[in-house]
């Protein structure tokens, strides 16, 4: 049975250790390896003293986009010399190249969830049709993140095989951007789907402690305000979805990584990162 390994640190609510996972050929992903979260901004002295010395982390890889960058910050491990920072932001229309200024654009998943709404689907899970739209609609949302940055995707891989410490990845609330890439790393060392699914929803545990956080927070209040903490909450079935729809158009996480120009030779990278000793 699955159990997350959470790391209870002031100014996060949704950090945990992926380690112990095991892989199809019974490998075991090492602890201090690889590291998911929700928002770093609130981290206190004392916490991030416990990352950088304590779990190792060398490594940041920040999935929010140039919206929340501008309105949170870069958070207090941005200022902790020999962590390095990899910025990849998941949506194409998100760009430094703008003729608004980040601070005062609208965060890019809110044109989706109009889109979504005026097509007449509802996100609220509940009733078994509303659950397979709810679903189907964020698997649909993560696989949208691979056809629009795929290159932000395999950077952040990368990022994860390279570093020679622990390496953090998170977003804002470290379940959708997060958990698609965080996937995407397991899936291409081998780790069982069903670990991974469950890796993922494991998020719903903390999703109520999440929406608290950001919805006091500049970037994210006005988007949350209607907000419940059902329709925000991960599923097994959302991700199983995900990994269904790459087994069956390519062949699995390494066949889609392949389309954009991922090795043998960075596989085994990523393997010696996750699973070495």
């Known amino acids: 049975m699955y159990r997350p390994n959470w790391i209870e640190l002031d100014g996060v609510v949704n950090m945990r250790d992926l380690g112990g996972m095991v892989t199809a050929d019974g490998d075991t992903v090492r602890p201090r390896r690889l590291l998911r979260s929700d928002n770093l901004q609130d981290l206190t002295p004392e916490a991030v003293e416990v990352l950088v010395s304590r779990l190792g982390v060398r490594d940041v890889v920040d999935l929010?986009?140039?919206?929340?960058?501008?309105?949170?910050?870069?958070?207090?491990?941005?200022?902790?010399?020999?962590?390095?920072?990899?910025?990849?932001?998941?949506?194409?229309?998100?760009?430094?190249?703008?003729g608004i200024?980040?601070?005062?654009?609208?965060?890019?998943?809110?044109?989706?969830?109009?889109?979504?709404?005026a097509a007449g689907e509802t996100r609220s899970p509940g009733e078994p049709e509303q659950r397979r739209s709810h679903d189907e609609f964020w698997s649909e949302h993560y696989l949208s993140y691979l056809a629009s940055r795929p290159d932000s995707v395999v950077a952040a891989l990368h990022a994860i095989a390279s570093s020679d410490g622990a390496v953090v990845v998170h977003c804002a609330a470290g379940k959708d951007r997060t958990g698609t890439v965080v996937g995407l790393a397991l899936k291409a060392v081998g780790v069982r789907d069903e670990l991974v699914i469950a890796d993922y929803a494991a998020s719903a545990?903390?999703?109520?402690?999440?929406?608290?956080?950001?919805?006091?927070?500049?970037?994210?209040?006005?988007?949350?305000?209607?907000?419940?903490?059902?329709?925000?909450?991960?599923t097994t079935d959302?991700?199983?979805?995900?990994?269904?729809?790459?087994?069956?158009?390519?062949?699995?996480?390494?066949?889609?990584?392949?389309?954009?120009?991922?090795?043998?030779?960075?596989?085994?990278?990523?393997?010696?990162?996750?699973?070495?000793?």
Do not use: C, F
């Open 64 to 98: 929010r986009t140039h919206v929340e960058v501008a309105k949170e910050g870069d958070g207090p491990l941005r200022a902790v010399a020999g962590v390095r920072h990899h910025h990849h932001t998941l949506y194409r229309e998100d760009s430094v190249e703008s």
């Open 101 to 117: 200024p980040a601070a005062e654009r609208a965060l890019p998943w809110e044109t989706d969830e109009r889109r979504h709404a």
């Open 238 to 277: 959302t991700m199983r979805l995900l990994l269904t729809t790459l087994d069956e158009r390519y062949g699995g996480a390494l066949g889609w990584l392949g389309t954009q120009g991922w090795t043998r030779a960075d596989t085994d990278r990523l393997r010696r990162k996750l699973l070495g000793d």
């Open 205 to 234: 545990e903390r999703v109520a402690a999440i929406m608290d956080r950001l919805r006091v927070k500049p970037a994210y209040a006005a988007n949350l305000r209607d907000k419940t903490v059902a329709q925000q909450s991960p």
